[in-house]
């Protein structure tokens, strides 16, 4: 019962975040703008979930696995992030109306 | 790395059993011996790396505060009215450590709000959700503490 009430806040969090994620993801008209709607989830969404998952479980080992998850979470997102933004930018002839380019090298 | 991949098996494995720890060390002793020989690893510079711990400890636990006040600061954005005014960011981030610099990437992609679209050598362009998000993040803290990681 005790885990139970310390997950749900960290549970209520991360649906909050992944239902923003939506709201963002809609609300944002651009996909280069969406990407960061969708890194919420990626990021304190599943952070909190797998959290609250974690005091759930109540067993070391599950919660060592579940920090595993988020490390390998963390390893890879970007790289799709990367990827993704990469093929925008050089692929969508008019990306630079979507943004202002702001040069300071 | 031999300790860091038996603490991985042991983590997979689940329990802490005499035969998990024998079969542990054999795999992780083989490993490294493979990684030793083909992949040119040196536990020298593992111990190198280790050296500077405290450094990185400090710089993923300003990672991860980060991380928590960028979502906070997206959803602003999301929930206000009217569409953000997205940047694109090109500068130079004055790192000189390969590594550190796609750590520096990486972590500006992990918080919300902004991430790096394109990394060519110290150069960085980077996609800001709105002019908020840009203001001086060539002199963000990521870069100083990178810059201090590779002085120690």
Excluded: W
Aim: proline residues 3%; aromatic residues 12%; glycine residues 8%.
């Amino acid at each position: 019962m005790i885990r139970l009430i310390l997950a749900i806040p960290f549970l209520a969090l991360g649906l909050f975040m992944f239902f923003s994620e939506v709201v963002g993801f809609y609300k944002f008209t651009y996909v280069m703008n969406r990407m960061h709607a969708a890194a919420m989830g990626d990021t304190l969404g599943i952070g909190s979930i797998l959290i609250a998952v974690g005091i759930l479980t109540g067993s070391l080992s599950a919660a060592l696995k579940l920090v595993l998850i988020l490390v390998f979470m963390f390893l890879t997102g970007p790289v799709v992030t990367h990827l993704i933004a990469g093929a925008e930018v050089e692929t969508h002839k008019n990306a630079g109306h979507e943004y202002q380019e702001v040069d300071r090298r | 790395m031999f300790v860091v991949l038996l603490g991985l098996f042991l983590i997979f494995a689940g329990s802490v059993t005499p035969t998990n720890l024998l079969m542990g060390a054999v795999v992780s002793g083989l490993i490294t011996l493979f990684c030793a020989k083909f992949m040119g690893y040196s536990s020298r510079g593992f111990f190198k790396k280790l050296s500077k711990a405290d450094e990185i400890a400090v710089y993923l636990a300003y990672l991860l505060k980060e991380i928590v006040r960028e979502n906070f600061d997206v959803l602003r954005f999301i929930y206000r009215k009217g569409q953000p005014k997205p940047r694109l960011v090109s500068f130079h981030g004055k790192v000189q450590s390969e590594p550190l610099r796609v750590l520096v990437a990486n972590s500006i992609t992990l918080t919300p709000g902004t991430y790096t679209v394109r990394l060519e050598g110290d150069e960085y362009a980077v996609h800001a959700l709105d002019e908020y998000f840009q203001v001086d993040i060539e002199y963000s803290a990521f870069f100083k503490m990178a810059r201090k990681v590779e002085e120690a």
